[in-house]
């Protein structure tokens, strides 16, 4: 759709500006309108380009969707039709993105669909899980308060991804600068000092030698090198879509010291309060089974889960095939039997999320703490040895001239 520029003057006789995308300019006049706006100007604008590139589309950050959620369950809670709501949201957005998303839906919504039809249509802005919560918050009449309970899922559910990947920064950024530190003493600094030893002549030791050996092979086959790391990413990455892969690397993942701690616990957090976030919004556990089933982030999760529904549909209750798998802690378990007794399963799995996610800081400080003087002991070590072999000679010259 096309964009508009607009001015205009509120009831109170401030000026406004802006830009809209719409079909045409009567529906840019009734928006304003609808937004108690009085335009004075309204006029086509050729500036905005879009640009599309391949395996980027619709995709919002956490805080843009945390936003339209509140807001629009603020306006539902205060008697605003969903049109409305949707037109005006869409109006003031300033993400572009987002802001098509929602005239789309609002047009789909004008058309007839349910809201949870027309969000469906969005995949990659609008996932299983919200698309399944307002389809409930729809049908039992508590709309506002499915929205809201889903804003403040996503704020916690990406505060938890965001502690993950903050603390893995760090020994990234290390290994990082140390893989181009190592390059250049390879490619740069090493040939410097090749040409310095080969004019003095005499037998290099067996520690120089062998560094220039390397140094020699890193300039003479830099193309191959730099093909060989992108064919083992590409292939790397194309085992990763085979099922049968996946599932090893991540059964691999959840045992391997440290790491594997964080991965199951920060699993366990997300998987307790989607399935809490579902059932308190009155979905039935087989479905919401279903939706948590996706967004497990780990095939051997997946499969337990996957585990458990198969029993439950066979009358079994929860807490004893997630014992069964053996991959849920035994105080998860112990927890979710006493919520089923008790008939407040879903409570418990919000205190089981609560504590989990404080456990995942825990493990992630933990998991940092142990990597980052492995790391610094490894690369300092790699790094220390090159600049001993390249002194070396030295050395052993100054000690002969003496």
Same mark, same amino acid.
Not at 54 to 71: A, C, D, N, Y
Not at 285 to 290: F, G, Y
């Given at each position: 759709?096309?964009y =508009? @520029?607009?001015?205009?003057?509120t $009831?109170?006789?401030e000026v406004k ?8 300019e009567?529906?840019v006049?009734?928006?304003? @309108?609808? &937004? ?10 050729f ?12 995709k919002?950050?956490?805080k843009?969707? *945390?936003?339209f ?10 008697g605003?039709?969903?049109?409305q709501?949707?037109?005006i949201l869409?109006a003031q957005n300033?993400?572009?993105?987002m &802001?098509?998303?929602?005239y789309?839906?609002?047009s #789909? ?6 809201f949870?039809?027309a969000l ?5 802005v609008f996932d299983? /899980?919200? *698309? ?6 729809e049908l039992?009449g ?6 809201? $309970?889903l804003a403040?899922?996503i ?9 993950? @990947?903050?603390?893995?920064?760090y020994p990234?950024a +290390?290994?990082g600068?140390s ?6 003493l390879m490619?740069?600094?090493i040939p410097? =000092?090749?040409k310095?030893f080969?004019?003095?002549?005499g037998?290099l030791?067996?520690p ?8 020699? =092979?890193?300039?003479n086959?830099?193309i191959i090198?730099?093909g ?5 990413i =590409?292939g790397?990455?194309? /085992? ?5 892969t996946r599932?090893y690397?991540?059964k691999i993942?959840l045992?391997t010291p440290?790491?594997?701690?964080v991965?199951?616990?920060?699993? *366990?957090? $997300?998987?307790t $309060? ?8 009155g979905?039935? +556990?087989?479905?919401? /089974? #279903?939706? *948590? ?7 051997v ?5 996957i585990?458990? @529904?198969?029993r ?8 004893e095939?997630?014992?069964?798998t ?6 998860v378990?112990?927890? +979710?039997a ?6 407040a399963l #879903?409570?418990?799995l ?7 996610d ?15 003087? /492995?790391i ?6 790699i790094?220390?040895w090159i600049?001993?072999?390249?002194y070396?000679p030295?050395?052993s ?5 003496k």
């Amino acid at each position: 759709m096309p964009y =508009f @520029k607009w001015e205009g003057k509120t $009831r109170t006789g401030e000026v406004k500006k802006g830009s809209m995308e719409a079909p045409d300019e009567a529906a840019v006049m009734l928006r304003l @309108k609808q &937004q108690q706006i009085v335009p004075s100007l309204v006029k086509k604008s050729f500036g905005a380009v879009e640009i599309k590139i391949p395996g980027f589309g619709e995709k919002l950050k956490p805080k843009s969707l *945390v936003i339209f959620t509140r807001q629009f369950a603020t306006m539902i809670d205060a008697g605003l039709p969903l049109v409305q709501g949707l037109d005006i949201l869409a109006a003031q957005n300033d993400d572009k993105v987002m &802001q098509r998303v929602l005239y789309q839906v609002k047009s #789909d919504v004008e058309s007839g669909s349910t809201f949870a039809s027309a969000l469906e249509k969005h995949k990659k802005v609008f996932d299983d /899980l919200y *698309v399944s919560l307002v389809s409930a918050g729809e049908l039992g009449g508590i709309l506002d308060t499915i929205l809201d $309970r889903l804003a403040g899922y996503i704020e916690k559910a990406a505060a938890l991804r965001k502690r993950v @990947k903050g603390a893995m920064t760090y020994p990234l950024a +290390i290994v990082g600068v140390s893989v181009i530190v190592i390059l250049v003493l390879m490619t740069y600094v090493i040939p410097t =000092f090749a040409k310095m030893f080969s004019s003095m002549g005499g037998t290099l030791p067996g520690p120089t030698q062998m560094v220039m050996n390397i140094s020699d =092979f890193f300039v003479n086959n830099i193309i191959i090198i730099l093909g060989g790391i992108g064919g083992t990413i =590409f292939g790397i990455t194309a /085992l990763f879509k085979n099922q049968k892969t996946r599932y090893y690397v991540d059964k691999i993942a959840l045992k391997t010291p440290a790491i594997g701690s964080v991965i199951q616990k920060s699993a *366990v957090a $997300r998987f307790t $309060r989607t399935l809490g976030t579902m059932i308190s919004s009155g979905i039935p +556990i087989l479905q919401a /089974l #279903d939706v *948590v089933e996706k967004t497990a982030g780990n095939m051997v999760i997946e499969q337990a889960i996957i585990h458990v @529904k198969g029993r439950i549909t066979e009358g079994k209750s929860m807490a004893e095939p997630l014992m069964a798998t053996g991959v849920f802690p035994p105080m998860v378990v112990q927890m +979710i039997a006493v919520g089923e007794s008790t008939g407040a399963l #879903d409570a418990m799995l919000g205190k089981i999320a609560d504590f989990y996610d404080e456990e995942v800081d825990a493990a992630v400080d933990a998991m940092t703490s142990l990597m980052e003087p /492995l790391i610094m002991v490894f690369l300092g070590g790699i790094v220390g040895w090159i600049m001993i072999a390249m002194y070396l000679p030295i050395f052993s010259m100054a000690s002969g001239g003496k």
